[in-house]
């Protein structure tokens, strides 16, 4: 599969829509686990970038890209222009410090937990969150 | 939203009435909820068998139900899919919420604990 290119809005309820679009070209692809995994993580990543991200163009669209060669899977969530840096392996708290009764502060421990791979970092003038996942187990 | 069904007098089973429990609706969830038991339902049964996902904001809205339940009832779940399930054990959430097969067994085992 070559690289597909997606823009989301950035609003709570394109989340799940965008979730089910890009799940639908991995069905068949990847191991159901790692599918549950993936679903974890961009239901996450994305609620977390609407919900949380400062930034001064609310009205700038999500750009994200799916690349997956058969055994690697990546996707790439590009933060909306205009939106400060966040870095989740650096604010993310592990799930296992999180109170079993919290309601809330699961988020970024649960994308460091369900993605095999996480990095953030500077592409091509932008940044980028980059989740890796290996397509079987 | 929800639905709801009563089982036995004081007995309510909750349906969430989505696919995906997730952050665009876990708060209208929550409150729905929280009505019910402000109107004195306080054995409370949710049913996932219709869920297909829940991210942390579901999990959370669940948490924030069962705090507000406290001492005055009960909470458990069932119906939970195999995907929904390894969200609850990664979450550790397996150790907060009593979880059945179905609705049947949920309810009886209620009941008896009556």
């Known amino acids: 599969m070559s690289a597909l290119t997606f823009h989301m809005q950035n609003q709570l309820e394109a989340v799940d829509p965008m979730v089910l679009a890009l799940k639908s070209h991995l069905q068949d692809k990847v191991a159901d686990e790692v599918l549950m995994r993936f679903d974890i993580c961009m239901s996450e990543a994305l609620a977390n970038l609407v919900l949380h991200a400062k930034t001064e163009q609310k009205d700038a669209p999500i750009d994200l890209m799916l690349d997956f060669d058969g055994e690697l899977l990546i996707v790439d969530v590009f933060d909306p222009d205009g939106t400060a840096a966040f870095d989740i392996r650096k604010q993310a708290r592990a799930l296992s410090d999180v109170d079993v009764m919290a309601e809330s502060g699961r988020g970024l421990g649960l994308i460091l937990e369900c993605a095999d791979g996480v990095e953030y970092g500077p592409v091509q003038n932008r940044r980028c969150l980059s989740l890796k996942f290996q397509a079987r187990n | 939203m929800i639905h709801t069904s009563k089982y036995a007098p004081h007995i309510v089973v909750v349906r969430p009435g989505v696919e995906r429990l997730t952050a665009i609706n876990s708060k209208a969830f929550k409150e729905e909820v929280i009505a ?16 297909s996902f829940l991210d942390s904001s579901g999990l959370g809205a669940l948490t924030g139900v069962l705090k507000r339940i406290g001492h005055r009832g009960d909470l458990v779940v069932c119906g939970l899919n195999s995907d929904v399930t390894q969200m609850f054990k990664i979450c550790r959430m397996d150790r907060v919420f009593k979880s059945y097969l179905d609705v049947d067994a949920a309810v009886q085992a209620m009941s008896e604990s009556l």
């Open chain 2, 36 to 51: 019910l038991i402000e109107g004195g339902a306080s054995q409370l049964v949710i049913d996932f068998k219709e869920v």
